[in-house]
Structure formats: structure tokens, C-alpha cells
């Protein structure tokens, strides 16, 4: 495996469904991040990792709760969403937070709350 | 709130041409500027990024930065249609995540 790796592809729950999305970096990155890219919309960032402590909560709901085991795995839990949330999340890896050298972006997750 | 805006298009270009694509941005403070590319149903692809002040080129794409106005450019030379996709600029400043613009759609047609 090599870059970004996200899991599942598709994703399709209730709205009182608990699920979550998994992120895998293989490029020794320090810094992780979840991306929220909705229709219209410019891509919102959600969470920032930095060696695996969390340095930015973008006001995202308590719905979305994230977690990041080490600097090579990122989780989103999802839990009570609702409609507005169906969107594409994205997960990336920086080397620094600054991102220099810009980010590596996973395939993402495509997720419909119905 | 820090801005980056882009005009969503969609921007046409015959083939062959040049495509010029345009981004500003808020922050004076911003440092490091980056474009990426979008195919649909595809994730972002990072394709050049420029730090200081001019041009710098890559191929057939050349970013082009001008702090003092504000804003970022990226130049497709000969353009294909396999180049048809959005183009995300994005900009970031010290400590902080990319924030970026809505992105510019291109279409190259043939």
C-alpha cells in the first residue's frame, strides 16, 4: 500500500446509525487532517493532527468525533448525523502541519444519510 | 475569516491553447500557495506550489505569485482535454491548514 488510503469507498447510514471512516498514511507523514468537500462548497477542514495531537477542532459538531491512535491511522466516528452531512470526506497527510510540500489526499469517502 | 476565492467557471479553452486560471486571497500574512487538480469523483492531486514572489514553472503548468496584489495564478500551456477538471487553489499561513478556494472548473474541449 502506498499513499492515502481511506475506508469504506461509499458509505451509506441512518440517521441513527454509529459508523466509522478509517485513514492509513504509508508516506512517514507528521500531520493528518479530515476534510469535508460538499457540492458548491469550497473544501471545509474538520480536524487537524499534528504527531497525533489534535491542534484544530474547525467547529465541527459533536456528531463527528475524531481520533487519531498514532501518526499513521486517523478515525472519524459518525454518530447521529443527519441529511446535511452527506457529503465527500477526505482524509490527508502533510510532513509538516504548514504544509510545506503540500498535502496527500486519500480517494475519500463518499457518505449519503438517509 | 481568511478568504481565497476563485471564479467557478466553467473556464472553455479551445486545444492547444493557454489556460489561465485565477485565485486571491485575504490574508496578507499567507506564506505558501498551492494548486491542485480535481477530476470528478476523484480527490485533489497536488500539481505545483510556489512560495516566493514570480513565476515558477513545471512542464506545461506555470504558478505565478503576486503577494503585493494578492493573488496566485496557474498557466496551462497547450492545453488537452485530458487537462478538463477543477482546479483548487489553496493557501495557507504560519501553523495553520490549507484553507482552500471553491475551485475553477476547466473544460478543454477538442
Known amino acids: 500500500e502506498t499513499g492515502v488510503t481511506q475506508t469504506p469507498r461509499h458509505l451509506v447510514m441512518g440517521m441513527t446509525n454509529k459508523k466509522s471512516l478509517k485513514c492509513e498514511q504509508h508516506l512517514g507523514h507528521n500531520a493528518m487532517y479530515w476534510y469535508k468537500q460538499s457540492a458548491k462548497k469550497p473544501l471545509e477542514l474538520m480536524f487537524v493532527?499534528?504527531?497525533?495531537?489534535?491542534?484544530e477542532n474547525n467547529s465541527v459538531p459533536s456528531r463527528f468525533s475524531p481520533e487519531c491512535p498514532n501518526s499513521s491511522h486517523l478515525f472519524l466516528h459518525l454518530h447521529t448525523l443527519q441529511p446535511e452531512d452527506s457529503a465527500l470526506y477526505l482524509c490527508?497527510?502533510?510532513?509538516?502541519?504548514?504544509?510545506?510540500?503540500?498535502?496527500?489526499f486519500g480517494s475519500g469517502t463518499r457518505l449519503t444519510v438517509v | 475569516q481568511k478568504e481565497v476565492e476563485q471564479n467557478s467557471g466553467p473556464l472553455s479553452v479551445p486545444e492547444g491553447a493557454i489556460a489561465s486560471l485565477n485565485c486571491t486571497y485575504s490574508d496578507r500574512g499567507s506564506q505558501s500557495f498551492f494548486w491542485y487538480r480535481q477530476y470528478s469523483g476523484k480527490s485533489p492531486e497536488l500539481i505545483m506550489f510556489i512560495y516566493s514572489n514570480g513565476d515558477k514553472e513545471d512542464g506545461r503548468f506555470t504558478a505565478q505569485l503576486n503577494k503585493a496584489s494578492q493573488y496566485v495564478s496557474l498557466l496551462i500551456r497547450d492545453s488537452q482535454p485530458s487537462d478538463s477538471a477543477t482546479y483548487l487553489c489553496?493557501?495557507?499561513?504560519?501553523?495553520?491548514?490549507?484553507?482552500f478556494g471553491k475551485g475553477t472548473s476547466l473544460l478543454v474541449t477538442p
Open positions: 490527508a497527510s502533510s510532513q509538516a502541519r504548514t504544509g510545506e510540500g503540500g498535502y496527500t
Open positions: 489553496a493557501v495557507t499561513y504560519s501553523g495553520y491548514a490549507l484553507n
Open positions: 493532527y499534528n504527531f497525533k495531537e489534535q491542534t
